[in-house]
């Protein structure tokens, strides 16, 4: 059974950055395609970004779009979310997730890492 687990958040600053991370384990992880979401306090979960199964096509919210850096690794097992130029509002906790097809319904949840954007 597929098991997804984010690493790598945390507290930074405004203007600064981290890279997330999604290990997958328990199946062929290349057969997914897979999404970063995020949800805030009071809010409701909302997609940031989304990658296809071999890397090739990405997709971002408006709002992360030109600051955010989805790729992912098979070999691996691993998709990244490189975050740049954070902002207070990009605070949340962050979801890995398998998806049904490329930017489509999640299927499996990772247990989510927490953001905070705080000077």
């Known amino acids: 059974q597929l098991q997804l687990v984010e690493s790598g958040g945390g507290l930074v600053q405004p203007g600064g950055s981290l890279r997330l991370s999604c290990a997958a384990s328990?199946?062929?992880?290349?057969?997914?395609?897979m999404g970063w979401f995020r949800q805030a306090p009071g809010k409701e979960r909302e997609r940031v970004s989304c990658?296809?199964?071999?890397?090739?096509?990405?997709n971002y919210a408006d709002s992360v779009k030109g600051r955010f850096t989805i790729s992912r690794d098979n070999a691996k097992s691993t998709v990244y979310l490189e975050m740049n130029m954070l902002k207070p509002e990009d605070t949340a906790v962050y979801y890995c997730?398998?998806?049904?097809?490329?930017?489509?319904?999640?299927?499996?949840w990772g247990q989510g890492t927490q953001v905070t954007v705080s000077s």
């Open positions: 997730a398998a998806l049904r097809y490329y930017c489509s319904d999640p299927v499996k």
């Open positions: 990658i296809s199964s071999g890397g090739g096509s990405t």
């Open positions: 328990g199946y062929t992880v290349d057969y997914f395609t």
